[in-house]
């Protein structure tokens, strides 16, 4: 069975930095795409940044690059997402995703981003 699960989330002033992780078991991690998607409070989900399976490859949404980077280790089957200057826009449930026959996320952490 996949599982994903989310950590890392929390409160933290505009310019502030937070590392969010996601745990994965059930599947072949590293044969696999991760990615990361939020949901604004009131919107719907926003694709944020990917990564393929070797970690070589990354895409990042235009309001993010530059501030957020997106990494795995597949020794440990973690996928992270280090979020630099962050600002109050950026707050929102987070949410590791990946497509395995079919899609799949885990239970998100919320990031709030305030003074």
């Known amino acids: 069975e996949v599982q994903l699960v989310e950590s890392g989330g929390g409160l933290v002033q505009p310019g502030g930095s937070l590392r969010l992780s996601c745990a994965a078991s059930?599947?072949?991690?590293?044969?696999?795409?991760m990615s990361w998607v939020r949901q604004p409070p009131g919107k719907g989900l926003e694709w944020v940044a990917a990564?393929?399976?070797?970690?070589?490859?990354?895409g990042y949404r235009d309001s993010v690059k530059g501030r957020f980077t997106i990494s795995r280790d597949n020794a440990k089957n973690t996928v992270y997402l280090q979020m630099n200057s962050l600002k109050p826009e950026d707050t929102a449930v987070y949410y590791c995703?990946?497509?395995?026959?079919?899609?799949?996320w885990g239970q998100g952490t919320q990031v709030t981003v305030s003074s």
């Open positions: 995703y990946v497509v395995v026959l079919k899609r799949y």
């Open positions: 990564i393929g399976g070797l970690g070589t490859n990354t």
């Open positions: 059930g599947f072949t991690f590293s044969s696999y795409a």
